[in-house]
């Protein structure tokens, strides 16, 4: 946001609002008032109660005039006060691929990716006990890298990131190298290339396959393989280069063509059709096309030659991973339970090779001689071979790969004074104490909890958090986060609801409220109450599959002792158009279950975000600031326009715009678009903390402190305590600056 913008009018005094109220009987109250925004320049045990710190009294009274008059732009704060880089260390491996040839005896080296945006892939000579070669793979996605297969024949690895194909060769290990990109694709997925060196993969939201041809070093994007499908997550490349595509998230089903005719497809449905879902696992195998479908436990069997489905693989291969079969091999391996099969590619035939170690296989490599099985450990990876001229294993050895990072997914600040943290496509929980720099993470064997999209404090022993992706709802116990046995999955709203993120959550003395996202390929979001003193939750309500909000999403709540306010948004899950209209604010009788009222306050507006009360009055945020309802009616009164953005610039999200409020200074802080805005009502002025014109900018996730203390995300990965404060201006008397705020300090994570 510029520093000036524009014209500044009058400022109306609380004085002239009090008489206005008083001569037109509730006006202000009930009668919705001009924006004030960037254009105008606008002036003006026993249950354990939820956690309360003692405050001095809020410096608003109840319908507080000032909440709904205009603002005046005063000047900026400093941005941060203090900042906490890599607020979640982490190394989650996404995918192992072999590299043989690039040594020409021995055990092949193995392409390693990890989750987030740092140290994304990492070269390993299975030898050694750390990496050859880490690699930063610069504008990744924020998962890091999606897919990525080797190519033998020119020592290349093809790697996807976002919608870039990349490459990465021994011969310059140090960098990897956009080649090509997939126009108007968000994500790319399973690369696999055909007999001809042609690289293949799917894309979101597409729905279609694409090829690159490294001698034109070409990109051709083909047609959308269904209406219906946004999805191609899964590709195969079978006998004499036929190209199987595995869609989702709904009507998943398969498609096939020739890698010579990609224009000439043929659609397989499903033995037993879905309604949604995806394919999740694709192989070619011998004879065979080997299917796995979520929710389903065994794999589906395809015989291209009769082109219909041969039955299904009850044995579940650890990870739904096989080694790969080479033109002269009889078998394929695979593990289950610690044991390693081998599997007759023409009879398909089970045969036990030996035990292992590892339960679960990231990777495996089989020559005429061994097998090479790669797993995860606490540091990195561990690899087995197994001969099997003795079937046991020969030599284990373990690597230690560097730590990456997760980008901050979800916030929240705690009365025991940490900063709690949820990662993108993390596992588990992590703190930041701000004052010591203190860091903390849940125990490795805890396994309830995946990526948090929101999480709740209802006292100092007890936390609800909702990990994705099958909206589980999860129970930390305070006194025991660093055992696994503190933490409870109470839920999966997946399984009778069809849910999947929980972004909303709000309490009162009693209870603790959840809003839901749907499944993929779903609409309508869920509304639930729980009793965190039993750990039961009492009701759901989903509008009987059609959403409490019909084919909403609840992106935020907040509740007094006996109402539920919520927001919702016009976003489905992925793999559904939005819902028409626009979105919606409501209000829940606790006791009855009954919607008071269910209100459209902005129009051309998909989505609403993080609903807060604040001296009797209901404020909103969306993309472009700070709304102001009426809690009584759900009139809107007040828009405070805090932003350049626009509503209908951005595709409706979930969560885009995040907003705080400190009741006791009578403040909120709004933060959408990477514009950051601190308003003090009281004083009737708001002030930018960060936007793209400055040098800093904050994301759209924000907690608060009990003691008024504000932390955003920044920089995806890092964690910073916002400064409040206006920066002083020169004194009129001596010309001198009046003392500046402290400088913002530092720290990185261990």
Known sequence: MAEDEGRSAKRISRRVVLTLGAVTAGAIVYNQLPDSGPGESSVSSKPIAPTKTPQPKPVLSNRDPSVIALLKRTRNTTGALQNHEGAFPATKIRRVEPLPGIEKSGLPWLAVSIVGPAHQLQIVDPRRTSPVHVVDVPNSHSGGIQSMK????????????????????????????????VPNASTIYDLQIDSKGTVWGGTYPLGAAFNYTPKTRKVQVFERV????????????????????GTGSRNPRLFRFSASAPTKTTEIALPEPKATGFISSLEAIGNRIVVSVDTTSGQLLFNPQANSWDGTVERVWSGRKASAVTPKAKNFYSVSNGQLFATNISSWEDQLVGNISASSALSIYATESQIVVVSSNATGLQIEVVRLSSQSVQLVNTVALAKGEFVVQSLMAHSDGNVYVGGYMGAGITSI???????????????VINQIEGMIEFNAGKTLVGSYGSADVVRINSAAKNKAEGYLRIERLATNYEQSRIFAWAKNSKNVFFGTVPEYGRSGGALGMLDPHTDEIIWVLDGKGQGFITEHSITGLVADEEYVYGTTSVRNGYGLPDTEGIARVFKLHIATKEISWDVGPRANCGALYAPKLLAGWLLVADLEGVNVLDPESGRLLRKHRLTNAKNTSYRPGWKNSDLVVLEQQGKAVHSAAGTTTVIDFPAGTRATIGSPQLTRQFGSRLTASNDGRVFANAEKTSIAELDLQPIAAKTKSTGTPTPKAPAATSSKAP
């Open 150 to 181: 080797w190519h033998k024949a020119s020592k290349t690895l093809y790697l996807a990131s976002r919608n870039s194909l990349l490459v990465w060769k021994p011969s310059n290990p140090s960098v990897t190298i956009v080649v090509g990109e």
């Open 226 to 245: 269904a209406a219906d499908t946004d999805y191609v997550r899964r590709v195969a490349i079978g006998e004499n280069d036929v190209v199987w595509l």
């Open 433 to 447: 104490n701000p004052d010591t720099g203190q860091r903390w993470t849940s125990p490795a064997d805890q396994n």
